[in-house]
């Protein structure tokens, strides 16, 4: 039986994976660190907040002191670091926040970590760091370069990537220099519930439905290569399970997409969901969907993100090979779960726009 600690857990992939995991080991506890910034929300969570081997706390991974009574009273063996600013457009508009959360409080998990696994009077022998990290550390790819490989090189371009390899760097020098038991994986672009509107799939499904633009930077030739959460959760399962101590482990779905394709294809799949459930028409009027217009007229080209990435691809040969690691969702199943999940889950995605959910948490936590 484990005992993790998440950090980050009311956040996108984080509840994904809680959720995950509670189904599949129910027997572990799970305590969520999570500081509920505009990104995290506690309704996320809403499933498995009465479970008896869950406790969600709300805190800064850079308290230090409040991470090892943490690790302490819930005597913790294995930590899994979601936390952190992820949109890059934030990243350029303000950088400080990423330095501070992504590297900063990275280095506070780890040492206490140290503290208290490593340093104690009783050193706690099994025990995990698994550090969750991005692709976008290993930079950019021309159309012809091959996947990224866990040996490619870091070459991150923007702030948030360039935090992510920092943090990469020291849980890998945590490892190296003082034993600490840590893997880390560097997973491709993320798809389905609970991903906040700002990013650009949830973006496109909710601004279609709002009859409002849908913005492509630059050309819209960029390329992700594009993952169901699960199978996300999934990977690091794996890795939890049998990964080999201070390794990087690629994830990802072996599913690249430029940006126009997929905003048009989900255009697409949104139309047909109002052909086959007329009832969307009266909840969503202003939609083109429901005046039987075409979803593509709303594509905008907006001036690009500066110093965009042109192309994300991961290899994940070392993971299909150590771990037995293959996600299970295809694109067609995961993108039609995911825009089934908007079209059920609107007051979700309304509260985390309207920011109406900050002001519970503000309520709850004052
Ligand atoms: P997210 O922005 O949706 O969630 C981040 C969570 O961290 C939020 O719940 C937020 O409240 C919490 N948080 C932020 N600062 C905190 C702090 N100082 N203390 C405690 N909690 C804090 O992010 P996500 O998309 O779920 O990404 C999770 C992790 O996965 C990140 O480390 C990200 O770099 C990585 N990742 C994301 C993707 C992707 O496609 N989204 C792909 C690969 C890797
Ligand atoms: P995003 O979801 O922000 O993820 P990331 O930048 O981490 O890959 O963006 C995915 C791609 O979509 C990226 O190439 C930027 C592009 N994009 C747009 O063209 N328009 C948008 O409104 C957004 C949010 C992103």
């Known amino acids: 039986m484990k005992k993790l600690l998440v950090t980050g857990g009311a956040g ?18 799970i305590v969520v660190l999570d500081a509920l910034t505009y990104a995290g929300n506690i309704a ?10 869950f406790t969600f706390v709300h805190g800064d991974i850079c308290d230090q002191a409040f991470v090892e009574k943490i690790l302490v009273e819930h005597k913790i063996d294995t930590l899994v670091h979601f936390a952190a600013e992820s949109h890059v457009d934030r990243s350029i508009t303000g950088p400080d926040a990423f330095i501070e959360t992504n590297i900063m409080g990275t280095y506070s998990l780890l040492k206490a970590a140290k503290k208290v696994w490593l340093d104690g009077d009783t050193v706690v022998e099994e025990h995990r760091f698994h550090h969750v990290s991005t692709d976008e550390v290993y930079g950019t790819l021309s159309p012809t370069d091959p996947a990224f490989t866990e040996d490619t090189a870091y070459a991150p371009n923007s702030p948030y990537s360039a ?21 880390t994986s560097n997973c491709s672009n993320n798809y389905g519930p609970f991903h906040f509107p700002e990013k650009l799939i949830p973006l496109v499904i909710t601004n279609i439905l709002h009859d409002k633009a849908l913005p492509i930077y630059g050309d819209g030739q960029q390329i992700r290569d594009w993952l169901y959460v699960e199978d996300h959760a999934y990977g690091i399962d794996l890795v939890l399970q049998n990964g080999r101590i201070g390794e990087n482990y690629n994830i990802g779905g072996n599913n690249e997409w430029a940006n126009i394709d997929i905003v048009k294809r989900i255009s697409k799949l949104v139309e047909q969901e109002f052909v086959k459930n007329t009832g969307l028409a009266t909840r969503f009027p202003l939609a083109k969907a429901a005046i039987e217009q075409n979803t593509d007229s709303l594509i905008t080209y907006v001036k690009d993100r500066p110093g965009h990435d042109r192309r994300y691809a991961i290899d994940a040969t070392k993971t299909n090979n150590e771990l037995g690691y293959m996600p299970k969702e295809s694109f067609d199943t995961g993108i039609a779960k995911t825009v089934q999940w908007y079209l059920n889950n609107e007051a979700w995605w309304q509260s985390v726009m309207d920011g109406s959910y900050q002001n519970w948490i503000a309520e709850q936590y004052s």
Request: charged letters at 20%.
């Open 12 to 29: 996108f992939i984080g509840a994904n994976f809680v959720h995950y995991w509670m189904e599949k080991y129910q027997a572990d506890k």
């Open 44 to 53: 996320n969570l809403d499933n498995v907040k009465y479970e008896g081997n």
């Open 163 to 183: 935090s992510k390899a920092a943090s990469d760097h020291l849980v890998r020098a945590y490892h190296h220099t003082y034993g600490l038991n840590v893997t």
